[in-house]
């Protein structure tokens, strides 16, 4: 028998480790709840309000947490894979060490989320918020991350292999501060679909977009505006630069052997020790 629990007030609430599975808590405000180890697969959680909950540990295997609002949750070494997350608001949550893999993310609100060592691989991220993310050591694997809002995003030793970054936006507009752009320095993004990507820097120096070291190996960068970005020592090998520009870009020690560069504007480009590239 399904437990239904929907639309109650459960404000602060201990479900710690508590076995919930398939329960019906749609609409349920459960702000400041201890679910710390609970068991919700297949819970409905749809439109819930979670504020500040604990979920650390908990299981969410194919919950419905669609619409719900999880800001400032901690939800660490939580199981989300094959949750359905459409639209949450995870603004100021905490994912350390998350499995969100397979997981349905898509316009959801992920702005000041650090996900350091989550698993996102083959996670549905089109058109979420990334802004401000922390995703140092994440998987990104085959994730689907068209139109996805990377600004201001960390991105160290994080895994971005034949991800889908078409028309993803990897820069920002600053009116002040040190700020820059996404830090992908050292990531992997192997086979990655950046197509038609914004990964431009804008003066000062302090706003150029970080990729020195990155693996873009294979990766399809077509019309990509990769203007004053930081691409020293990448790995560009048999990548698809094809339209792309490049303008004023910093490609010193760049491997581009079997690159496609048809089209691609490398005017003002620095190309000391670029292998595999001749300018003509």
């Given at each position: 028998?399904?437990?239904?629990?929907?639309?109650?007030?459960?404000?602060?609430?201990?479900?710690?480790?508590?076995?919930?599975?398939?329960?019906?808590?749609?609409?349920?405000?459960?702000?400041?709840?201890?679910?710390?180890?609970?068991?919700?697969?297949?819970?409905?959680?749809?439109?819930?309000?979670?504020?500040?909950?604990?979920?650390?540990?908990?299981?969410?295997?194919?919950?419905?947490?669609?619409?719900?609002?999880?800001?400032?949750?901690?939800?660490?070494?939580?199981?989300?894979?094959?949750?359905d997350?459409?639209?949450?608001?995870?603004?100021?949550?905490?994912?350390?060490?998350?499995?969100?893999?397979?997981?349905?993310?898509?316009?959801?609100?992920?702005?000041?989320?650090?996900?350091?060592?989550?698993?996102?691989?083959?996670?549905?991220?089109?058109?979420?918020?990334?802004?401000?993310?922390?995703?140092?050591?994440?998987?990104?694997?085959?994730?689907?991350?068209?139109?996805?809002?990377?600004?201001?995003?960390?991105?160290?030793?994080?895994?971005?292999?034949?991800?889908?970054?078409?028309?993803?936006?990897?820069?920002?507009?600053?009116?002040?501060g040190?700020?820059?752009?996404?830090?992908?320095?050292?990531?992997?993004?192997?086979?990655?679909?950046?197509?038609?990507?914004?990964?431009?820097?804008?003066?000062?120096?302090?706003?150029?977009?970080?990729?020195?070291?990155?693996?873009?190996?294979?990766?399809d960068?077509?019309?990509?505006?990769?203007?004053?970005a930081?691409?020293?020592?990448?790995?560009?090998?048999?990548a698809?630069?094809?339209?792309?520009?490049?303008?004023?870009?910093?490609?010193?020690?760049?491997?581009?052997?079997?690159?496609?560069v048809?089209?691609?504007?490398?005017?003002?480009?620095?190309?000391?020790?670029?292998?595999?590239?001749?300018?003509?």
């Open positions: 028998m399904t437990l239904n629990m929907s639309g109650l007030d459960l404000v602060r609430t201990n479900f710690s480790s508590r076995d919930l599975a398939g329960a019906n808590l749609a609409g349920s405000d459960l702000s400041y709840s201890n679910l710390r180890g609970a068991n919700l697969t297949d819970a409905n959680l749809m439109g819930a309000e979670l504020c500040a909950a604990d979920l650390s540990h908990a299981n969410l295997l194919r919950a419905n947490l669609k619409r719900s609002s999880l800001t400032g949750a901690n939800l660490s070494s939580t199981g989300l894979a094959y949750a997350l459409t639209r949450v608001n995870l603004t100021n949550a905490v994912l350390t060490g998350a499995n969100l893999s397979s997981a349905n993310l898509a316009n959801a609100d992920l702005t000041n989320v650090n996900l350091t060592g989550t698993n996102l691989s083959s996670a549905n991220l089109a058109n979420a918020d990334l802004t401000n993310v922390n995703l140092t050591g994440a998987n990104l694997s085959n994730a689907n991350l068209t139109g996805v809002k990377l600004a201001q995003a960390i991105c160290h030793n994080a895994v971005f292999d034949y991800a889908n970054l078409t028309d993803a936006i990897l820069s920002g507009h600053y009116l002040s040190p700020y820059r752009n996404v830090d992908l320095e050292g990531a992997s993004l192997v086979g990655a679909n950046l197509a038609g990507a914004d990964l431009s820097g804008a003066p000062p120096t302090s706003n150029v977009p970080v990729l020195s070291g990155a693996n873009l190996s294979r990766a960068l077509r019309s990509a505006n990769l203007e004053r930081n691409l020293r020592r990448v790995d560009l090998r048999c698809d630069l094809t339209g792309a520009n490049l303008g004023d870009a910093d490609l010193s020690g760049a491997d581009l052997t079997g690159a496609k048809t089209g691609a504007n490398f005017t003002g480009a620095k190309l000391n020790g670029v292998v595999g590239y001749l300018p003509a």
